[in-house]
């Protein structure tokens, strides 16, 4: 078949056509169809700035501007623009503290002034100024410890400051001073130092020196079951609850006795709440002799005594 | 293109594209399904166009055939690639649809139905080139529109179409 006639035959496909009403039937549902879900790419914008215009955009800059201030002034060091903001930051953060954390915060600031002095050699101003912040917050740093109330606390806490407070004189050697003000912050570090540890022993001997009103106590609960009668302990107690205040009555006189006021306290705290007589209410901070009886002596129980109530 | 558009575009194209779809898969039933997809895409695009303001399709027509030409492409793709047996096709020279109550019926002579398997033998580009130029008549301008290319080539490409088709029948 030559080319020609190829294509003669091919145009007699034209003859090909559809179904008449297939054609209507599917133009007519054509034009009735609603899309939905329309699939589209997604369109690409051109970055916009008019975020500029939103009414928050400047609260938001700004506080985006403090927020790196703040993260800057950090790491500032004494004369630089950003420094006081270090420093308030600091002097809030002593504020903030709590009774108990106040004087270690106070410590832990004064050390990093400190290091920040270290780091510089001119800027004699800042330095003096700064040198005169330490020794205050060193001299404060003792007062704070007096301020709290617990004793084991204040104790616990003095002897934190006493480990911490080891390599102050290596940091006050480590800046560059004059001669007059070098001596001052040596002299405050001393200070500092020996009233930490005079507030150690101080408190330690507080602790361990159990207060007169324990021992008072002491003497009234023994008494009271030494000279009441078994048969009125009986109507108001039961057997087991009076055998075992005895008991508790008998290792808090051993504790009182070793010194160890603190279980004394607490056994005698047992007592009171087995038998709910009224509170002890021991505080240890409130020490006074004005309640010692001079011719009071803890009257022990002995074993006889446990023996013949014991049925 | 709006309603009363797509109406006149649609009247003026769906019988070149069944045609072509018809000419290029093995049963009216199937092409009858392809044409309705291929227009129904179309159509779609033009209703994103118009509710999405998107880019205009310069060239509706072209469009409408490559169209046509994936759906043939994703059929076989579907299917198998391979066109076909030739007694298969001689089965449904006369075929009968079941579109709904449409009955579509072609009827072929015997030389006709000897191209149109050879059709199904060949290059499918050029199998392509071949329905669009001598049984749609469309012109070479339109089918380099449809294939992006230039129309020099499509005059080559068809040369080289007919050549393997003539090869095919011998």
Request: net charge neutral.
């Amino acid at each position: 078949m030559n080319e020609k006639n190829l294509i003669e035959q091919l145009k007699e496909f034209k003859t090909i056509k559809p179904n008449n009403d297939w054609v209507n039937w599917l133009k007519a549902n054509l034009l009735e169809i609603k899309f939905n879900n329309i699939l589209e790419r997604p369109k690409v914008r051109l970055v916009s700035f008019s975020f500029i215009k939103h009414r928050n955009f400047i609260p938001v800059l700004l506080g985006l501007f403090a927020i790196v201030s703040f993260s800057f002034a950090q790491v500032s060091l004494p004369g630089n623009i950003l420094y006081p903001i270090k420093t308030l930051t600091q002097d809030t953060r002593i504020y903030l503290s709590s009774d108990q954390a106040k004087p270690m915060v106070r410590l832990e600031i004064a050390k990093s002034r400190m290091e920040d002095l270290s780091k510089i050699q001119n800027h004699e101003k800042e330095i003096k100024e700064m040198v005169k912040t330490i020794n205050k917050d060193l001299e404060l740093v003792p007062q704070e410890i007096k301020k709290i109330n617990k004793k084991q606390v204040a104790l616990d806490v003095s002897k934190n400051i006493q480990e911490k407070s080891k390599d102050l004189q290596g940091m006050a050697d480590r800046i560059v001073l004059e001669e007059n003000d070098k001596q001052e912050l040596t002299k405050t570090v001393e200070n500092t130092q020996s009233q930490v540890l005079a507030l150690i022993i101080e408190t330690t001997d507080e602790i361990n020196q159990c207060p007169s009103f324990l021992s008072n106590n002491l003497i009234e609960i023994s008494g009271y079951f030494a000279d009441t009668d078994m048969k009125i302990l009986m109507n108001q107690w039961s057997m087991s609850e009076v055998i075992k205040a005895k008991a508790l009555l008998s290792e808090a006189s051993e504790s009182f006795k070793a010194g160890d006021c603190l279980t004394a306290m607490e056994k005698i705290e047992s007592i009171n709440q087995l038998l709910s007589i009224l509170s002890l209410d021991v505080q240890v901070e409130t020490s006074t002799s004005e309640n010692l009886d001079e011719g009071s002596s803890i009257i022990p129980l002995t074993e006889e005594s446990i023996e013949e109530k014991n049925y | 293109m709006d309603r009363n558009q797509f109406s006149e575009f649609y009247d003026e194209n769906i019988q070149r594209v069944f045609r072509f779809i018809y000419l290029r898969v093995d049963t009216a039933e199937t092409a009858q399904d392809l044409t309705s997809l291929v227009f129904l895409k179309f159509w779609q695009r033009q209703t994103i166009q118009k509710e999405k303001q998107s880019k205009k399709v310069l060239n509706p027509k072209a469009f409408l055939f490559q169209i046509a030409r994936n759906q043939i492409i994703d059929f076989y793709r579907e299917k198998s690639k391979k066109p076909l047996s030739l007694d298969y096709v001689g089965e449904i020279a006369d075929f009968q649809i079941a579109k709904q109550t449409f009955i579509q019926k072609i009827e072929l002579n015997f030389e006709m139905e000897r191209i149109k398997k050879a059709l199904l033998k060949i290059n499918p580009l050029y199998a392509d080139i071949i329905i669009w130029r001598y049984v749609n008549e469309m012109p070479n301008k339109e089918i380099a529109q449809i294939l992006k290319k230039k129309e020099g080539n499509i005059r080559v490409i068809l040369h080289r179409a007919m050549e393997s088709l003539k090869k095919e029948l011998e």
